[in-house]
């Protein structure tokens, strides 16, 4: 039986991927004035920040519960006797301590079945890059166990980096998004470079608009990457895809981009960093230790 890897929604990866790399995926929900919106489910993004900057309470999110994991755990051992769970940082939402709880409950009932939880220390589309990753290399090498393909994963997670754009004047600056608050170090003039540092968002640079953000971002890639560095590339957008496909040629000028993975940052996301945002991973092909393909989306 082929190993299954489970993932958050909150990854934002695309239907055709998790289709491909055969991933499963738990709820992530945005709770706004008591009421649970799956972010699966929302639409308009314009009409759901009506709503959170409407709210009587700031809202606030949930990652995938125990629970979740475990009735998505109680189908997979229909089918499979290994399961590997990737999360987003352990750090922003309690994704991976939840899943560990799951695992723990699943030992007690399905004592033949393996699983492994690992934290990519990424947020959004950068660790869904690493979720498709592992999915893929389980698809490809049906031999493989958790604890492989999990050190395959983390491996690469390491070698990667993430940076954010927000955009000027965004949601989390109105403090209406709770937990924005404890994220990252508010810029009163200027617009801050946002990179993941030990699972954690960290101002690592100030400029002074998000056009020279953007400038900045490209000077700390290429600090951390030689020139013409093999690279995967996610790219997270709000409102507008120019921004991001301009990001992403000169991005192509500096590096051997290999593969690309641009989409619309998920709800959770756009309401914290804004409609203007941009979020960059780079994920170097060097510290990739499983050979795999995904299809272009």
């Known amino acids: 039986m082929s190993l299954i890897v489970v993932a958050s929604a909150g990854l934002n990866l695309p239907r055709e991927l998790l289709a491909h790399c055969q991933i499963e995926e738990t709820p992530q929900k945005i709770v706004v004035d008591g009421t649970y919106h799956d972010i699966r489910e929302i639409g ?40 590997l769970i990737v999360t987003g940082t352990r750090k922003l939402l309690g994704s991976y301590d939840a899943a560990v709880v799951a695992t723990r409950i699943l030992g007690s009932t399905h004592k033949h079945v393996e699983a492994r939880v690992f934290d990519t220390a990424l947020v959004e589309l950068g660790a ?59 810029v009163p003039d200027g617009t801050p470079v946002i990179g993941m540092k030990d699972g954690e968002l960290r101002n690592v640079a100030v400029t002074a608009s998000h056009a020279e953000a953007a400038d900045k971002a490209l000077e700390l890639l290429q600090r951390r990457y030689e020139p ?10 709000g409102d507008e895809i120019a921004p991001a496909h301009a990001l992403l040629a000169r991005l192509r000028r500096l590096f051997d981009v290999r593969y690309v993975l641009s989409r619309r940052l998920n709800p959770m996301a756009y309401l914290l960093m804004g409609p203007s945002a941009l979020c960059i991973t780079a994920h170097p092909t060097s510290a990739m230790k499983l050979s795999v393909k995904l299809p272009e989306v």
């Open 44 to 83: 308009s993004y314009a009409a759901f920040k009506a709503v959170v900057e409407q709210a009587r309470t700031p809202p606030h999110a949930l990652g995938s519960s125990a629970a979740e994991y475990v009735a998505v755990f109680n189908e997979l051992v229909k089918r499979t006797d290994r399961i």
């Open 128 to 186: 869904g890059l690493i979720a498709a990753y592992c999915g893929a290399a389980a698809r490809a090498r049906p031999d493989l166990d958790p604890g492989a393909i999990a050190r395959a994963g983390e491996a690469l997670a390491r070698a990667s980096m993430q940076l954010c754009l927000p955009s000027e004047g965004s949601l989390s600056r109105s403090g209406r998004f709770d937990l924005a608050r404890s994220l990252w170090q508010s």
């Open 228 to 237: 013409n560095t093999s690279l995967w590339l996610t790219v997270s957008y």
